[in-house]
């Protein structure tokens, strides 16, 4: 019998090879019911699902709720989960499913952006601003117009090709894994990240070109 | 078209890795998600012996050969029959062949007896039931000059003469009647 796991803060502070143990060791004790150990897993992975939920539907509210049926519906299939992928492969693509599965049951319905609550540290990135600031002929553009236009144009990528930007641009997924998660071709993956490109930066010409 | 030429559109869209949700959101995120599998757990465990049995019984029947199918759909059908029965026959009870609690006002007429067929003449009243729905329906000026036992054979129904006859029996053929009536 395993010991169980008193707290987050040990996976936070192992190596790489020693963190993959643990989770293994984490998702062998969820699989048996052990509360806790799943508590370790969704503050580790609740980060990434909650930005891919956010990415995907551009708001909040609705991020919150899928990411929190994202893992409501990881437990409730954990104990069918083998151990062939990476439970982080495993709940990204839960994950990609139920944000799929809402959008498109929101499909005819008009979508609200709300950026109200989101802490924007752009304001910090030197990059940034130095694109806003270089590249935009309209000088007196801020930053919050450039972020209501990207996220603008993001929504109107289809939601493929959406996934695709969120997964490898924004996220740092690389094509290959990406290409295992969405059980689809590299190839595949970097046709429909080329297309969505070129799509956004027709949507943001006054930006990017 | 290589990765350079989005070079300026990548930079862009990693702004949106700035887009966070409000200061201390994820301590509250965690704590949400564990109660809702915690009431999942609770519910689980309330209704867990039903899902075991119904998946067991699921589980045999789609493994089960055909033969054994059939055996098992005539089991259901007979259950489903016998529990429909038990419950008619229950409710059957409770409602026509409850005995009675009060000795109603009248002449007991036995079965089989002499009197019985002058008794059969005559216009007893309903039995006391204890059945909220026929006290309601009970009227005060209902009398009773004949008092049913819960085994006697009575009927307000209009059978023809013979017809579900117990051998060595006589039935009785009562009626309801009021003082109004008389």
Known sequence: MEAPVDSVALVHSLSKTEEAEEL???????QAGNLKAYDALVCKHQEQIYGLCYHMSSNHDDAN????????????ALRGFKADSSFYTWIYRIAVNTCLNHLKSRRNRSVHISLNDLEIQAENDPALVELVSYRTPRRDAGLGELQQRLNEAFLKLS???????????????????????LKINVGTVRSRLFYARQQLQVFLGDFVD | MSENDFKALRSLLRMKRNEKPPPGYFQSFTSEVMTRVKFLEQDKAQVGWFF????????????????????????????????????????????????????????????GSSDASAAATAQPSLPRRQSSLLSVVEPANLTSDLRIRTLDLASTNLFPDGLFRIPDQRSVRVGFGSNGDR
């Open chain 1, 159 to 181: 939601e493929e090709h959406r996934l695709v930007v969120t997964l490898h641009d924004i996220q740092g997924i690389p094509h290959d894994q990406i290409a295992s998660l």
């Open chain 1, 65 to 76: 709720d899928l990411a929190q049926d994202s893992f409501v519906k990881a437990w409730q």
């Open chain 2, 52 to 111: 075991r049995v119904s998946r067991w019984l699921w589980a045999s029947w789609l493994k089960s050969e055909s033969e054994i199918k059939s055996g098992w759909n005539g089991l259901v059908r007979t259950s489903a029959l016998t529990v429909v029965g038990v419950s008619v026959a229950t409710l059957c009870f409770s409602f026509f062949l409850a005995p009675e609690v009060d000795s109603p006002v009248g002449t007991s007429v036995e079965v």
């Open chain 1, 24 to 30: 293994r060791r984490l998702v062998r004790q969820a």
